[in-house]
């Protein structure tokens, strides 16, 4: 009979642009404030990056850091997948392949992975099915995004909650019972239009006049992707607790997408739990897209907010529109 095995998070990293973008800095260039933009989304800086930085770039200094606090040499990575909604060329190649170029994964399969805000947790999910089946061993996950070069700098309902990052987590098989308990994933085509860049794909291709008419910038009914995250992303963790026979409240933590503070305190009233139970890290970076939740889980780490034998619920949601909810048994990374 084989062994049982389980995913184990085994070392975890970030890149964080040097460029620090603060609401007062906002207000110069557009009709804002540090309070309007506080008191509505919690928000009090974010990261921009600078010329020469891209998706790939960024992700593959995380990926970096993961393999170095994971203990891992390049060559023995099975897989590089990279969830990013802001990949560095429209078609190809993807952007995995460019990180495993320059991480030297020279024995590494490499795809990206496209689910907006929802995209690291849909990668965990996807990467844990990999080395459940004994397929792979040690898969490098990424989440990063460079939400800055999309941003319509005139409409202070979007250009203030966005920023760039990327985080990354180094996964690898273990016979120690933990990892990926359960999971819902989850999708609403018919809200597409609500967070949507229009122009740039083959529906409508990128033109002089589409360009010049901000086509390329990201629109938001801000309305609606509300409403939608602070319902049906909390009724799917719930769903996957009880797949794991658990509830929400019975978790050590929850790591969700930093969308706005808001969204996350109203999950939490609707769910019944304190707002403590869920890592907030928005604040510092804004929302970063797919980045969000490996950049929370890597601040959860370092501020000393999980320890072996936890229970962390992730809670992804986004543009498409999409949700990924996890149930997972933290190891802890090597030389916790």
């Not at 936890?310 to 997972?328: K, S």
């Amino acid at each position: 009979m084989n062994e049982q095995r389980f995913a184990r998070v085994a070392g975890l990293g970030r890149y964080l642009p040097s460029r620090v973008v603060t609401n007062d800095d906002l207000a110069q260039i557009v009709d804002t404030s540090d309070e309007w933009i506080r008191s509505r989304t919690g928000i009090g800086a974010r990261r921009f990056a600078v010329e020469g930085e891209s998706t790939s770039s960024m992700a593959a200094a995380a990926g970096r850091e993961a393999l170095c606090a994971a203990g891992i040499e390049p060559g023995a990575v099975d897989l590089v997948l990279v969830a990013t909604s802001t990949p560095d060329y429209p078609l190809f190649p993807p952007t995995s392949c460019l990180v495993q170029e320059t991480l030297g994964l020279t024995n590494a399969g490499a795809f990206d992975l496209s689910a907006a805000c929802s995209g690291f947790v849909y990668g965990l999910i996807t990467a844990s099915q990999f080395i459940q089946t004994g397929a792979y061993q040690r898969i490098l996950g990424i989440g990063a995004d460079t939400m800055s070069r999309y941003l319509d700098f005139t409409d202070r309902g979007t250009c203030v909650l966005f920023g760039d990052g990327a985080g990354a987590a180094l996964m690898m098989a273990t016979d120690e019972p933990g990892g990926l308990e359960s999971f819902i994933l989850g999708a609403d085509g018919s809200g597409g239009p609500h967070l949507i860049v229009p122009v740039g794909g083959s529906r409508r291709p990128a033109s002089a006049d589409t360009v010049g008419a901000g086509g390329t910038c990201i629109t938001m009914n801000g309305r609606e992707v509300y409403r939608f995250s602070t319902t049906v992303p909390a009724d799917a963790l719930q769903r996957a607790a009880v797949c794991a026979n658990t509830t929400v409240g019975e978790l050590d933590l929850v790591v969700a997408h930093q969308a706005n503070v808001r969204i996350l305190q109203t999950v939490a009233k609707n769910l019944g739990v304190p707002e403590s139970l869920s890592y907030t890290n928005v604040e510092h970076y804004g929302n970063t897209s797919a980045a969000t939740v490996p950049l929370a889980l890597y601040d959860a780490r370092a501020d000393g907010r999980l320890k072996a034998g936890d229970r962390i619920g992730f809670m992804g949601f986004g543009g498409g529109l999409t949700w990924a909810t996890a149930i997972w048994g933290w190891h802890g990374t090597v030389g916790d």
